[in-house]
């Protein structure tokens, strides 16, 4: 079945890294994503994995995923305040008509 | 500046008043897609479409039409809109190429049927 699950809420400390974590249950998903969305905003992709592969690094962020357990993670070194924002996981499992499972969100609140 | 715009942003009508949103990108994406955005159920896929004149069902059709006749350009229409269609709409688009899957969304069009 279809469903990407992520805990609602984080809270850290400006300059702290952060770790946003994600599951998924259908191991047939091919790429793994990470969007932002800031208030009122709309979806911002900041990065993907690929499903055969373990990391990937982007500047300030790190995408960790164990396919053994379903588990994928994004995390933020460095955080700051404009990091402060809703993180979305989603997964594509129909490559044919290319939809996004989406998460339902973690927020991130930086406090200064 | 490559990306996908959307219109209107918000909108207030009434049952049974037909509408259109509009979404355009500007980066010769072959795929564009409609999504909705409720509290709790995250992003749900309503259209999509692989190409010019190339359009297909989501997971939530039912109440929505769209149209592809040209490339830049996916609206998603409403004929006549009922109150469980209020959300917050999101357009993305993408290229064809079977190793390429960022979809890039719009900013949102935040629908609200009384």
């Known amino acids: 079945g279809e469903d990407v699950e992520q805990s609602l809420f984080l809270s850290v400390r400006e300059g702290d890294s952060s770790v946003i974590n994600c599951t998924y249950t259908?191991?047939?998903?091919?790429?793994l994503y990470w969007y932002k969305q800031e208030p009122g905003a709309g979806l911002q992709l900041l990065t993907y994995?690929?499903?055969?592969?373990d990391m990937k690094q982007d500047q300030r962020l790190t995408v960790l995923l164990n396919k053994k357990d379903k588990h994928l993670s994004l995390r933020i070194a460095d955080t700051q305040t404009g990091d402060s924002a809703i993180y979305f996981c989603?997964?594509?499992?129909?490559?044919?008509?290319?939809?996004?499972?989406f998460g339902s969100g973690t927020r991130l609140q930086v406090q200064p | 500046e490559a990306q996908v715009t959307q219109n209107p942003r918000y909108l207030i009508t009434v049952t049974g008043k037909k509408l259109t949103v509009t979404c355009s990108q500007n980066?010769?994406?072959?795929?564009m897609s409609w999504y909705r955005q409720d509290p709790g159920l995250g992003l749900r896929q309503i259209y999509y479409?692989?190409?010019?004149?190339?359009?297909d069902k989501g997971d939530v059709p039912e109440g929505y039409k769209v149209s592809r006749k040209e490339k830049r350009n996916f609206p998603l229409i409403l004929e006549s809109p009922s109150p469980n269609q209020t959300s917050l709409y999101f357009c993305?688009?993408?290229?064809?190429?079977?190793?390429?899957?960022?979809?890039?969304f719009g900013p949102g069009t935040r629908l609200t049927v009384t």
């Open positions: 980066m010769n994406h072959e795929y």
């Open positions: 989603a997964e594509i499992l129909n490559t044919g008509r290319r939809a996004l499972t």
């Open positions: 479409s692989m190409n010019v004149e190339v359009t």
């Open positions: 994995i690929f499903s055969n592969m």
């Open positions: 259908d191991s047939s998903s091919t790429y």
């Open positions: 993305a688009s993408s290229l064809r190429l079977a190793n390429s899957y960022e979809q890039y």
